[in-house]
């Protein structure tokens, strides 16, 4: 007697592997073999960087608040200090943000700082 090898779910998962290797190139987009390790691979750095994103975003503020914060004659440590001290609750991202877009609220925000924290 034949074995049976459920075609049509194998047909289907196949087809699925390669619906999401749209867009690929070559072999990748075609043959299923690779085509399907590609997708998988994709798929676990999709993954990963997920949650890399937020710590490469939370390191870009901290440079960009660091560079502002110099060109006001202050570290970035010690700006988060006297943010602290000050009880001027801004998070790195809105930080960043001002420091950006507008050089004089920052500066304005630094100000602030160090006359709340004596």
Do not use: C
Request: proline content about 2%; hydrophobic content about 35%.
């Amino acid at each position: 007697m034949p074995r049976a090898k459920n075609s049509p779910a194998s047909r289907r998962r196949r087809r699925g592997y390669l619906k999401q290797a749209k867009g690929y190139v070559g072999g990748r987009r075609k043959l299923y073999r690779t085509a399907r390790e590609s997708v998988e691979r994709g798929l676990q750095y999709a993954y990963r960087d997920r949650r890399r994103k937020k710590r490469d975003f939370r390191r870009l503020w901290i440079i960009r608040i660091n560079a502002a914060a110099r060109r006001n004659d202050i570290s970035y440590s010690q700006l988060i200090h006297v943010l602290n001290t000050a009880g001027i609750a801004l998070n790195r991202k809105v930080l960043a943000d001002l420091a950006v877009r507008d050089e004089k609220a920052f500066a304005d925000v630094v100000e602030t700082a160090r006359a709340g924290s004596k």
